[in-house]
T-cell receptor, first 113, second 109 residues
Framework: KAGVTQTPRYLIKTRGQQVTLSCSPI?????VSWYQQTPGQGLQFLFE???????NKGNFPGRFSGRQFSNSRSEMNVSTLELGDSALYLC????????????FGSGTRLTVV | QQQVKQSPQSLIVQKGGISIINCAYE??????FPWYQQFPGKGPALLIA?????SEKKEGRFTISFNKSAKQFSLHIMDSQPGDSATYFC????????FGAGTRLTVKP
């Protein structure tokens, strides 16, 4: 079966712009989580969505937001980009909220210049 | 926000040797402890996981040892191979999953 699909794979944006990243979970998976990965901070939890509702949120500023659609696909948005937002953004899906078994996508590499 | 402390940051092992990576946590609400393996350009992939009611779990060359009283757990890779060279992350779950900082493992031929 198809894995977690993230688009685009690479993105270059200018400081101050906004960006939207997309994630399609594995078929049948209804929970989607987002992580930011940087060399200095490792994997930092952004938020998790289940049934179109945000269930948990990490310690990121309000510039980071997300949503989930009825087909479980999710998007995350970062507004007013800063240089420090350059990172690999990973999406992970699992069958249901609270269950183990995260499957990660390959990520979107965002570079802010 | 680092709720799971992982060490060492990097590890070099000879082929055939044992690789050991350690993690410690504070939150007693964590109820599931997975290890993930990540190759360059890829997302992390689940390797092996353990629940806190078990002290050890083995899958092939990979073993998790879990010490609930010490709030520590470790990954042992037996007979390490060059193909095991990757970054390894421990994690712990309550409602969401929290990750350690990662260990870059290099296995020399």
């Amino acid at each position: 079966k198809a894995g977690v699909t993230q688009t685009p794979r690479y993105l270059i944006k200018t400081r101050g712009q906004q960006v939207t990243l997309s994630c399609s979970p594995i078929s049948g998976h209804r929970s989607v989580s987002w992580y930011q990965q940087t060399p200095g901070q490792g994997l930092q939890f952004l938020f998790e969505y289940f049934s179109e509702t945000q269930r948990n949120k990490g310690n990121f500023p309000g510039r980071f937001s997300g949503r989930q659609f009825s087909n479980s696909r999710s998007e995350m948005n970062v507004s007013t980009l800063e240089l420090g937002d350059s990172a690999l953004y990973l999406c992970a899906s699992r069958r249901s909220y609270g269950l183990e078994g995260y499957t990660f996508g390959s990520g979107t590499r965002l570079t802010v210049v | 926000q680092q709720q799971v402390k992982q060490s060492p940051q990097s590890l070099i092992v000879q082929k055939g040797g044992i690789s050991i990576i350690n993690c410690a946590y504070e939150n007693t609400a964590f109820d599931y402890f997975p290890w993930y393996q990540q190759f360059p350009g890829k997302g992390p992939a689940l390797l092996i996981a353990i629940r806190p009611d078990v002290s050890e779990k083995k899958e092939g060359r990979f073993t998790i040892s879990f010490n609930k009283s010490a709030k520590q757990f470790s990954l042992h890779i037996m007979d390490s191979q060059p193909g095991d060279s990757a970054t390894y992350f421990c994690a712990a779950r309550s409602n969401d999953m929290r990750f350690g900082a990662g260990t870059r493992l290099t296995v020399k031929p």
